[in-house]
């Protein structure tokens, strides 16, 4: 006969050692959620921001996690009587946990339960970028600042070379016995002359780029909320369904119904998703502008150097974990989420995924298409060594004219 009791001691202590597995719903959104791109290839491997959110929850709770990809964050069916999307899959128990870029709001809470938040925002206004230069000293723009400073030395050395050469030669034209032509003189002066050709060439070329390249003052309509929801020839929209757009909808200002008023009834100018509404902006070069969150704009502009937000934030939300009603973890999370902060977990994680990784930092050192670059020494260069072959030469013609001078005393 088997021994029962030490075979079901056995399975309770197995069970109660396992590791719980908890499912965790998502939505593809950079940078939370993406697909892993080796060499351009995109694999089903996810990485992002959420994911590594997920992977500290894992090892701070002791608990395993499974990812599952939803289309949408959620919506309320009224219909149906129920939720789509994230928040339908939490609210009805088939998901543990949701971690996104998640927003609180008054109606999702009283479905689910939310974290304490992990990460705040707001509503910004995406447009094109547009470059601005002073026009005080603008003639100036052509060079850098360190060339002007070349330039000034050089033609400070050209003047004192002049004069102490004059000064000779005036010597020699008292002197009867000495007949001796000064040949440096016209060498200075024909090197002078070319020189000051050449620059005049460079500064009135990079002049007319300097021009060319400034926008007038009104090309550019809008700089706030007010200006878009008060000129007529830039289109804006939002995410179709999205709680930017319910943002509009449900508020009593205004300056918002009016936005709300043009979303809702050109229907064109709202797109599908974050990415449509960039590209659009991107590609309608100054004509449309693109209502969407703060935190996903940092990103989009921290690579796409062409765009830029205008207005600041039109609102506050905040972006936090949601979770089934009266979970068992969400204690746990808020604690988990508390240490995050505090010790620099988060602030680490936003680092990555904002500005370093799939090509943060492309555009500290950006020069708009179209625009103008100074001109540098190293793109005269030219100009300089030619002055220096001319100084060469003035200094091999005085040695000349000294040894005729003495050959003829």
Known sequence: ??????????????????????????????????LKDYDGQLSSEYEGFSVDLLKELEQELGVSMTIKVVDIYGVYQESLQKWTGMVGEVADGSADMAIADLTVTEVRDKAIDFSIPFMTGGITILSKKRIYYGMNISFLDPFLTEVWLIIAVSYLILGIVYIVLKIIKKKKEKSEENKISVISLPILKITTIIFTIFLACFYSANLSNVLASRPVADERPIWSVDDLATQNTIKYGAVKGGSTMAFFKESDMDVYQRLWSFMDTNSDSNMNSNK??????????GKYAFLMESRSAEYVTERKCDLETVGGLLNEFHY?????????????VN???????SSGIMKKLEKKWWKQKRGGGACSDWIPQGSFEQLNLANIAGVFWMLLTGFIMIVLAIGLEVCLANLGA
């Open 1 to 34: 006969m088997l021994p029962i009791f030490p075979i079901i001691l056995a399975v309770l202590i197995t069970t109660s050692n396992a590791t719980e597995n908890l499912t965790v719903v998502m939505a593809l959104s950079e940078p939370y959620l993406m």
């Open 320 to 332: 936090a974990i949601g979770l089934p009603l009266n979970s068992e973890y969400r204690k746990p």
């Open 335 to 341: 604690q988990a989420i508390l240490k995050f902060k």
């Open 276 to 285: 449509e509404g960039i590209e659009k902006v991107r590609n309608e070069n």
